[in-house]
């Protein structure tokens, strides 16, 4: 692990304006720097920097964090790494904390991953370099052909379609059995490093290697850091046998036809089910749109972005996973589903539902036209037809629910098959956990049910319907599920007074985060006893997270406070509201006297309630007490004492 002291040093000797300003256009504000934020999309700065706390805060989509998380969201790196980068930017000597034995063998672990991924990249340019410029080979025509069928022209040097090519690292992988065998053994690499990564493959009989991929289109496969960790390989026509021989090799006989795609096997830096294609070239349009667009295909995302749709991603020729889900959460909270109209594009679409519920994200399902992907769509009718399909998106359970109750599949199916799709849909339902979800759900279900009639239903047919949506709806797998009235409405007069309450002690909270120092004036203390719940808690935390000079940590801090309020706690941070510490106090001291005032009345009306409950009942000792106590608590009203 990376010494404490380290990671300070880094926070430290990071210029926080220079590192986010080489992303964000900034500008002076108060003590605060803005910009538009680079997380999501919007058009008045809402983003601010704050130097000299080191923070930075999102008032529009609440992302927070110092110079280190600016990273790790930006370039997608986990903690270490971010602290890593940033400290060889800034000039910091990384100090761990493992043994002398740990950090060799740490350190030689990182080595052998650093080869594999160096090997990879070798593997990338070599493909590139097959497919165009001075080394192309003689067959890459075969690769450039596919690519002009799916109208990506190659021979533009700059413009979107190059920029696509270059960004996917799109390239030819040639026929022979040894081009990336020879091309590795030049550069230098022993060919088990490259086995490792599933370029090339252990020859069954004798010694040597050969090469996984010949004769194909090739897709590198990043990481969400650009590094390269795997391909995909799109099977060509086969060369002429002329073609072949002209080249010193053995056309190859009639036989099963290759498969579409191959993929490199699960390797030390690659496992399937945990990236995403394309997430690396896609993050900054991602977090702009505030969504991603799910594909099936490799050619889907290469086209999309070729034509300036480049929020899109593709699950790597496996199911979506949960795994999948969670690291795209990172950059956004929806994704819409974009899979092919066909089966097994449906089939594709209800498996995704659980992964995306369970990664916390927001669903959404887009339907395509029959027999058409994403990458034909785009090719025949322009991108603006896709982005009207997209528009169009319904949540994914309302999705799903429609495509089972839809008339004409519905009615045609028979009678198990009818049966099955109602159980699919209550199934639908009572996997949602939030009742007021659920009804929601319940209710649109019962609106396409009810005109299934229409289509031809049996009314034996949509009482079954009926039956099973209103179990579903009421139980949740073990415990019945009831919605009250009183569960989902709260008095007027109660929400005003909390939100009142709450607004007051923001503002006794922002005046302590403004200037801190106001910690060590005795009247600001005693009156930091008006606050309570969250607030309290958070107040206590501001010492806690004192460092030299009565500066406050910021990261620190907010670890230690309620989630509740660590929103508004980092954006005060990044933007401070009052320029002089007595301008903040005089700001804490009269709220905390409003909110002790409200208090006060608070009780008052508290005893005046229970004056008029005793007075009939005769219990004189207790009415006088209650008297009593109403004249104290006026008093202290009017600061009588």
């Not at 926070?11 to 590192?19: F, I």
């Not at 350190?107 to 990249?121: F, I, T």
């Not at 060590?520 to 806690?544: H, I, K, Y």
């Not at 002089?580 to 005046?608: C, M």
Request: net charge neutral.
């Amino acid at each position: 692990m990376i010494h404490a002291d380290t990671i300070a040093r880094v926070k430290e000797r990071t210029d926080l304006v220079s590192l986010i300003g080489e992303t964000v256009r900034l500008t002076r504000r108060g003590r605060s720097f803005v910009g538009l934020c680079p997380f999501h999309k919007e058009k008045s700065p809402s983003f601010h920097v704050n130097p000299e706390r080191g923070i930075f805060h999102c008032f529009g989509c609440k992302e927070s964090g110092t110079a280190i998380d600016f990273i790790m969201k930006v370039e997608g790196m986990n903690f270490a790494e971010a602290v890593r980068a940033l400290a060889e930017r800034s000039g910091v000597e990384i100090i761990e904390t493992a043994t002398e034995a740990e950090r060799r063998e740490a350190n030689a672990a990182r080595r052998a991953r650093d080869d594999l991924y160096a090997v990879s990249h070798l593997a990338a340019t070599f493909f590139e370099q097959s497919m165009r410029g001075p080394s192309a080979h003689p067959l890459a025509h075969y690769a450039l052909a596919e690519l002009a069928r799916r109208g990506l022209d190659t021979h533009e040097a700059t413009g979107p379609v190059a920029d696509a090519l270059q960004a996917f690292r799109v390239g030819y992988a040639p026929p022979g059995w040894d081009g990336l065998a020879s091309f590795l053994k030049r550069q230098g690499v022993s060919p088990i490093v490259a086995e490792k990564v599933g370029l090339l493959v252990a020859r069954s009989s004798g010694t040597g290697f050969y090469d996984r991929f010949r004769h194909r289109l090739m897709f590198a496969v990043t990481d969400v850091q650009g590094r390269v960790i795997a391909f995909s390989g799109r099977s060509l026509p086969e060369p002429t046998p002329d073609e072949m021989r002209r080249l010193g090799l053995q056309p190859s006989t009639a036989g099963e036809p290759p498969a579409k795609y191959m993929n490199s096997p699960e390797s030390p830096i690659y496992t399937k089910g945990e990236h995403l294609f394309g997430l690396h070239q896609a993050r900054h349009a991602i977090r702009q749109e505030g969504q991603a667009t799910l594909v099936e295909g490799n050619f889907d995302v290469l086209s999309l972005h070729a034509r300036g749709l480049c929020n899109v991603i593709a699950p790597l020729g496996t199911a979506f996973t949960t795994t999948q889900a969670k690291l795209l959460k990172r950059f956004a909270p929806t994704v819409t589903i974009l899979f092919d109209g066909d089966a097994a594009g449906r089939k594709a679409t209800w498996a995704a539902r659980l992964p995306v519920h369970e990664g916390g994200l927001e669903g959404r399902a887009a339907t395509l036209p029959a027999k058409l992907d994403p990458d034909e769509l785009v090719r025949t009718k322009g991108p603006e037809a896709l982005k009207s399909i997209l528009k169009s998106a319904k949540e994914l359970y309302e999705h799903l629910i429609e495509d089972a109750l839809q008339n004409d599949s519905f009615n045609d199916a028979t009678t198990d098959g009818k049966l099955a799709r109602m159980r699919a849909v209550a199934n639908l339902l009572g996997e949602q956990k939030d009742p007021v979800k659920r009804l929601m759900l319940k209710t649109y279900a019962d609106r396409l049910s009810s005109k299934l009639i229409v289509g031809g239903t049996a009314p034996a047919d949509l009482r079954q319907v009926e039956q099973l949506l209103e179990q579903a709806t009421r139980y949740d797998g073990q415990h019945p599920v009831e919605l009250r009235a009183a569960e989902t409405t709260v008095p007027g007069y109660r929400a005003r007074s909390r939100s009142q309450v709450q607004e007051m002690g923001e503002h006794i909270m922002g005046a302590l985060l403004d200037h801190p120092v106001l910690l060590d004036d005795p009247e600001v203390m005693e009156a930091l006893d008006v606050l309570d719940g969250d607030l309290a808690l958070a107040a206590g935390a501001v010492r806690q997270s004192l460092g030299a000079e009565t500066q406050l940590i910021p990261d620190e801090f907010l670890a230690h406070i309620p989630a509740s309020i660590q929103a508004f706690a980092a954006g005060r941070l990044a933007s401070p509201v009052f320029e002089t510490a007595d301008v903040a106090r005089e700001e804490l001291l009269k709220n905390a006297g409003k909110l002790r005032r409200l208090s006060l009345s608070r009780e008052k009306a508290a005893t005046v309630d229970e004056l008029q409950r005793v007075a009939p009942l005769g219990d004189v000792e207790r009415e006088a007490a209650l008297l009593r106590e109403a004249v104290r608590q006026a008093k202290a009203k009017l600061g009588l004492g």
